[in-house]
Antibody, heavy 113, light 107 residues
Framework: QVQLQESGPGLVKPSGTLSLTCAVS?????????WSWVRQPPGKGLEWLGE???????YYNPSLGSRVIMSVDKSKNQFSLKLTSVTAADTAVYYC??????WGQGTLVTVSS | DIQMTQSPSSLSASVGDRVTITCRAS??????LNWYQQKPGKPPKLLIF???NLQSGVPSRFSGSGSGTDFTLTISSLQPEDLATYYC?????????FGHGTKVDLK
């Protein structure tokens, strides 16, 4: 049974970089599927951030501009999200997912000084 | 970007009622449409993929239909555990946009 677990700082300062990791267990990140990030601001709906294949090919939400980078670490069976120049608008619960059929529990990231 | 418009934004229903939620895409997405259920404090749960395919383990009272631009999620007989917010998402193109959600509560 595949399980995903997000980890990273729960508090990031404005203009800083948000860095999250999603650890994958029960499956190989090298399987033929896409690994994604979705976020949800408090009390609001879901926003797709992007997805990455194990080869490193990635697609990002254009609304994030050049602030977002995703990566895969096959040796650790995990994938990561980096979001730079964060503002309060980036405060959200961040979820990782395996092709939308398996999700992590989510981690709240607050942007505040 | 493909815009996904869900309606209604909220609804109240009684246990046993038939509930229908609609999702319209701003352009044709074939059958690349997923439906999710989300309860407070929990991640989304995939209910339906490819417009009409029931995800493993999901009760058969949930069904999906549609293709092109218009899609429907139906709960044939609402149960107390179905109280949640439901989202559609297109997987036809990136960015993979979500609808704004439909909150289902008890009348």
């Amino acid at each position: 049974q595949v399980q995903l677990q997000e980890s990273g700082p729960g508090l990031v300062k404005p203009s800083g970089t948000l860095s999250l990791t999603c650890a994958v267990s029960g499956d190989s990140i090298s399987r033929s599927t896409w690994w994604s990030w979705v976020r949800q601001p408090p009390g609001k709906g879901l926003e797709w951030l992007g997805e990455i294949f194990h080869t490193g090919t990635a697609y990002y939400n254009p609304s994030l501009g050049s602030r977002v980078i995703m990566s895969v670490d096959k040796s650790k069976n995990q994938f990561s999200l980096k979001l730079t120049s964060v503002t309060a608008a980036d405060t959200a619960v961040y979820y990782c997912s395996k092709w939308y059929d398996t999700w992590g529990q989510g981690t709240l990231v607050t942007v505040s000084s | 970007d493909i815009q996904m418009t869900q309606s209604p934004s909220s609804l109240s229903a009684s246990v046993g009622d038939r509930v229908t939620i609609t999702c319209r895409a701003s352009q044709s997405i074939s059958n690349f449409l997923n439906w999710y259920q989300q309860k407070p404090g929990k991640p989304p749960k995939l209910l339906i993929f490819s417009a009409s395919n029931l995800q493993s383990g999901v009760p058969s009272r949930f069904s999906g239909s549609g293709s092109g631009t218009d899609f429907t999620l139906t709960i044939s007989s609402l149960q107390p555990e179905d109280l949640a917010t439901y989202y559609c998402q297109q997987s036809y193109a990136t960015p993979r946009t979500f609808g704004h959600g439909t909150k289902v509560d008890l009348k």
